[in-house]
């Protein structure tokens, strides 16, 4: 997110959707320590332009068609996320994705229903509940 107060928040384009910056641990990494390791991969901002929100997580679970790892069915998976603000101007370098934008707050959004609008819900609550501060 960036702003003060916020004004918006990134997304990744992928071919069908927009989406979080996000992957999968590697061994020995906590869970902190990959979200800004993607997050720097795949957007070029370094985990020192960022300051984390200590009091906010969230949490999903949803189910995915395993072809696409080589399998057959459904498999569950978990998504967590932390909130992060810019604490300073960062060009974005995409890098695994096919654009980014910066979407204006403005809730409620409409942006996918599975994964970005109740994460989109859950930092609206989280915001208000503390005042809008970072």
Not at 4 to 9: A, H, I, K, M, R
Not at 28 to 37: K, N, P, S
Not at 67 to 86: A, D, M, N, P
Request: proline share 7%; charged share 30%; glycine share 8%.
């Amino acid at each position: 997110m960036r702003g003060q107060p916020v004004d918006s928040f990134l997304l990744m384009k992928h071919p069908r959707r927009w989406d979080l910056p996000k992957g999968h641990l590697d061994e020995g990494e906590t869970e902190l320590q990959c979200a800004l390791r993607e997050l720097h991969e795949e957007t070029g901002i370094p985990s020192d332009a960022v300051r984390i929100d200590p009091g906010f997580q969230f949490e999903n679970r949803y189910m995915v068609n395993q072809k696409r790892y080589g399998g057959k069915g459904l498999i569950e998976k978990r998504l967590l996320v932390f909130l992060g603000f810019l604490l300073k101007p960062v060009p974005i370098v995409v890098t695994e994705h096919d654009d980014y934008r910066w979407f204006d707050w403005s809730p409620p959004h409409r942006i996918q229903e599975w994964t970005i609008d109740p994460l989109l819900s859950a930092v609206q609550r989280h915001l208000q509940a503390h005042g809008g501060l970072r």
